[in-house]
């Protein structure tokens, strides 16, 4: 098919087409998610195993080896790595880079089925199997909570906030750094227990039983099955004295817990600790769910802090801290500020050479292609970042260098005595082809790198895409479009009949030439 015969003979069609484009681009810069940075996943499962008061040396034996052998055999398997601590296992599994997101979504799903498996030892906490990407170490902001006032105000604060923001659309994740665990201490006499005959056990044992839910089984009756538990659950420090340890006498003799110790509230005083201008602080590290709307998150936990502000405890505040909308924001001005620049200059140089007309017809060409690319973009799932925004930067001079070679074709057939219609056609038909060449050299220069190996290729990948996507968008409206816009568009119909700039210069140039010629060196 000859696209500049079709262009010129359907001008209508394409001028449909053309408002379609880039109503449809708007709306997919709407609706695409903004965030500072394009999650790269690492393709890791860290299987996290706790096991309290076990030294590095048993949990090693005991739990690490069994998972790393339960682990070998998985498939596109790149290597297994374990640390083991005091009181922790920690053993990482990574899988080949080159697998889907579907592809290692069933490898993870595989590795908690097989961690089900292990025969942990009594006494290991329930073990935790989570995968890793770029999101779990950029959170979209964080909310400060400091103050000069107890561990208790801050921590109880902070979690009521966790909660309230954990209920906002596309939050992943509330991590809380610096918080304090909280823990009832239960400080036994040893002058008492020696004088009623009771051991630290009988105590240790009591409260255990106490704080536990023991399933009963089912009861049936005609209409209706009953499920039977016995639920056992101590909260306050109230609870923790009336425990009964044990019965002194057949008349009802009680001895509890009240009685043969002081029971008191306190907060680990070795936990992390953050500060915030110099007072204690609890930080919230909000993360998202993958291709979630940064801006929007921030938005509504901006929302979420201002109602809460208004039932702070006195000496406690919130702040806001890290928030990555910033650095979107700075690069969708960088962006927005070159586009404005480039049509700008572009149309000032086109009008000088080639006069208002041809110079907006080419400028045209810019929200165009960025239209069709943010159609792609979002189809392929991406998100706009500070990687799609700075490849839309990279491309932004290149794009309108075929509008340009066409126009200034069309031209020169025009001062040839074509018409508007034929000297389209003829002067697009003559540069096609190199047109397309300079396109597709352009795009092998970079497709290479959306192959790179590794978490730079991951953290790239975009980059390239978006630069081919733009150039093959550019060419394609370039010499589909631009022939429906010379014969379309008013104006055109007279020449210049006077010189121009260049013709009246060319004689001086001439001769500059042939000076330079004559006095050659060799």
Do not use: C
Request: charged letters at 25%; glycine letters at 8%; hydrophobic letters at 45%.
């Amino acid at each position: 098919m000859n696209l500049p015969k079709f262009s010129t003979e359907n001008t209508v069609l394409l001028s449909i087409v053309l408002v379609t484009i880039l109503v449809l681009g708007g709306f997919s810069i709407a609706r695409m998610p903004q965030e500072q940075f394009s999650e790269v996943p690492f393709f890791w499962v860290n299987v996290i195993v706790p096991y309290p008061g076990a030294s590095a040396s048993d949990i090693e034996q005991s739990v690490t080896v069994k998972v790393e052998r339960e682990m070998q055999g998985l498939k596109s398997l790149k290597q297994i790595q374990s640390v083991t601590s005091d009181g922790l296992s920690v053993v990482r599994v990574e899988f080949d880079d080159g697998i889907s997101n579907d592809e290692f979504d069933r490898l993870f799903q595989d590795v908690r089925t097989r961690l089900g498996k292990v025969n942990l030892p009594d006494g290991t906490l329930q073990p935790l199997a989570d995968d890793f990407s770029s999101n779990d170490f950029l959170p979209v902001i964080e909310v400060v909570v400091s103050g000069s006032v107890p561990f208790e105000d801050l921590g109880t604060t902070a979690r009521a906030l966790r909660d309230r923001v954990l209920s906002i659309k596309d939050v992943s994740s509330v991590d809380l750094v610096g918080d304090r665990d909280r823990r009832i201490v239960v400080d036994a006499d040893r002058e008492r227990l020696e004088a009623l005959g009771i051991s630290i056990s009988e105590v240790l044992r009591a409260v255990q039983q106490k704080n536990v839910t023991v399933p009963g089984g089912t009861l049936e009756t005609v209409s209706r099955e009953y499920l039977l538990r016995t639920v056992g659950s101590l909260r306050g420090i109230g609870e923790f004295d009336s425990v009964i340890v044990r019965r002194t006498d057949s008349q009802g003799g009680l001895v509890r817990v009240g009685d043969l110790a002081r029971v008191y509230e306190e907060y680990d005083q070795n936990g992390e600790t953050a500060r915030f201008n110099g007072e204690n602080a609890v930080v919230l590290r909000i993360g998202k769910v993958p291709r979630g709307d940064s801006i929007g998150v921030i938005d509504r936990v901006k929302d979420v802090v201002a109602e809460a502000e208004k039932a702070l405890p006195e000496g406690v505040s919130v702040s806001l801290v890290n928030d990555s909308t910033v650095q979107i924001r700075d690069s969708i001005d960088v962006l927005l500020s070159n586009a404005v620049q480039g049509l700008v200059l572009l149309s000032v140089i086109l009008l000088l050479f080639l006069g208002i007309r041809n110079a907006l017809m080419t400028a045209l060409g810019i929200p165009v292609t960025f239209a069709v690319t943010f159609l792609v973009l979002e189809a392929l799932g991406e998100t706009i970042n500070s990687n799609t925004l700075f490849g839309l930067v990279l491309v932004l001079g290149l794009i309108v260098d075929h509008a340009i070679v066409i126009t200034e074709n069309t031209y020169r057939l025009r001062g040839l005595g074509l018409d508007k219609r034929q000297a389209a056609i003829e002067g697009t038909s003559q540069v096609a082809w190199p047109i397309v060449a300079s396109s597709l050299t352009t795009v092998a220069a970079f497709l290479p790198l959306m192959i790179l190996p590794g978490t730079i290729g991951k953290f790239l990948r975009v980059i390239p895409l978006v630069v081919s996507v733009a150039l093959i968008a550019s060419t394609i409206e370039a010499i589909l479009f631009i022939p429906a816009h010379m014969v379309e568009w008013p104006g055109g119909d007279r020449l210049k009949t006077k010189p121009d700039l260049f013709e009246r210069l060319r004689p001086a140039f001439e001769r500059f030439v042939r000076a330079l010629y004559r006095k050659r060196l060799f």
